[in-house]
């Protein structure tokens, strides 16, 4: 497919639903003026619908969150030792019982065809053709068995519990037969506040791109409330996971699993989730799903001695953008 994937393009279902004629179509080269990762930000405004870019941009809420991880990353040096012998350095990483030749890997981001024509489907591509681990979204616009078939031997399937637990071990079981190496579950995202900055341009996300992974499955019926219940606790928190959900997921599969936890050592556990939880990944995810949260702090290695820590640096374009949870997949941001 030559070199597509590399470039951000705009979605034909986009085009036809806001009537742009102004973007450019999507490219197949790298242009020359290309130096650096931040450099497809400033190129995507030329390819992508300013509605569509604020929304994957964009932050939760007020993006206070964002800024404050922005800042937290930017904070981040690296500190030189001199005078050491590098002739057998390399930046490869042994991480759950494979090697890679780097530790950079594509995280789970939602709707890909906002971006481009094949959505995830060339995402995979260039992860493939990087030797990069790709992190496929259950809220992927394409299926995740066909991502599988694109992306390279390491690659991750991100999680969301379904109200139905069946409706979850499908899920499951669909990313174990597809080859997928390892499951990622999300667990700090049950309510989304919507991106103010995605509203305030009229973003509605077009008919034509779906969570199609999860089409088979009905629709959660509307939870009833008693006038004395809360719209947040009793309704949108009710099918919140637990440590009794995790305990579940881990004795239902065989892939290892890499729980996206929120950004806080002091979350406490109980001996049966010490027992089972095999890795914790510690993200900016809660840039995009909550306003109001603290920055990423260093991780104490004193609070997570039983855990090994993935620490996931995405860069600015990923930390910025935003994923759905559960409640809010059957109908995206309006």
């Known amino acids: 497919m030559g070199e597509a994937w590399f470039l951000p393009g705009i979605s034909l279902a986009y085009i036809e639903m806001n009537d742009t004629t102004d973007l450019l ?14 450099d497809y930000e400033r190129l995507a405004r030329k390819h992508i619908d300013p509605r569509a870019l604020a929304y994957i941009d964009g932050g939760s809420g007020t993006e206070s969150t964002l800024h404050a991880n922005r800042a937290a990353f930017s904070a ?17 990483l042994r991480l759950l019982g494979h090697t890679h030749p780097h530790p950079v890997m594509l995280a789970p981001v939602a ?5 481009h024509p094949e959505g995830e489907l060339a995402s995979a591509s260039g992860a493939a053709a990087m030797d990069t681990c790709m992190v496929c979204s259950t809220l992927s616009s394409v299926r995740l068995e066909d991502v599988a078939e694109r992306a390279g031997a390491q690659k991750w399937f991100q999680l969301y519990f379904q109200p139905r637990r069946e409706h979850t071990l499908d899920l499951v079981r669909r990313a174990e037969r597809a080859g997928f190496t390892a499951l990622v579950v999300t667990l700090d995202t049950s309510i989304q506040a919507p991106s103010i900055r995605a509203r305030h341009t009229g973003f509605v996300m077009p008919p034509a791109i779906q969570p199609v992974n999860l089409a088979a499955y009905p629709a959660p019926a509307q939870v009833r409330l008693d006038r004395n219940q809360s719209i947040i606790f009793q309704g949108m928190m009710s099918e919140a996971p637990t440590w009794a959900d995790l305990a579940w997921l881990l004795a239902h599969t065989t892939l290892p699993v890499v729980v996206r936890v929120c950004s806080t050592p002091r979350t406490p556990l109980s001996s049966a989730a010490r027992e089972w939880l095999r890795w914790s990944s510690r993200t900016t995810a809660g840039a995009a799903s909550m306003a109001c949260r603290p920055a990423l702090p260093p991780c104490r290695r004193s609070a997570v001695r039983w855990v090994r820590t993935i620490r996931c640096c995405s860069t600015a374009a990923f930390a910025a953008a935003p994923t759905s949870s559960r409640h809010s997949h059957w109908a995206p941001t309006q």
Request: with cysteine.
């Open 25 to 38: 179509a999507a490219l197949n080269h790298i242009p020359a003026d290309i130096h650096c990762a931040q």
């Open 76 to 92: 981040c040096t690296i500190l030189p030792r001199l005078l050491r012998d590098l002739s057998a350095g390399h930046t490869r």
């Open 111 to 115: 709707f890909h065809k906002l971006a």
